[in-house]
């Protein structure tokens, strides 16, 4: 059971990082990146590291979405105004 709480974990932060940004190109009216984001699954698993060590002990503040998706390219935060 515990394979399945991480690949859902996994769909869940992929559609919410597919989801932010789908929202910024649509705000940019960026059509090739928005047809790019609406073909990608959230099932990918290209982007997660499955080697190596992980250490879920609590280390002080979480880092935000923002923050990790800031490096990808033609993403802008959504404007909350």
Do not use: C, H
Not at 39 to 64: D, M, Q
């Amino acid at each position: 059971e515990s394979a399945r709480l991480v690949a859902n974990a996994i769909i869940y932060f992929n559609s919410k990082v597919l989801s932010n940004l789908l929202d910024s190109f649509e705000e940019q009216r960026n059509d090739r990146y928005q047809e790019t984001v609406k073909r990608a699954s959230p099932v990918a698993w290209e982007n997660i590291n499955f080697r190596g060590t992980y250490t879920f002990a609590p280390t002080g503040e979480l880092p935000k979405l923002e923050d990790l998706m800031a490096p990808i390219e033609g993403y802008r935060p959504r404007n909350e105004s």
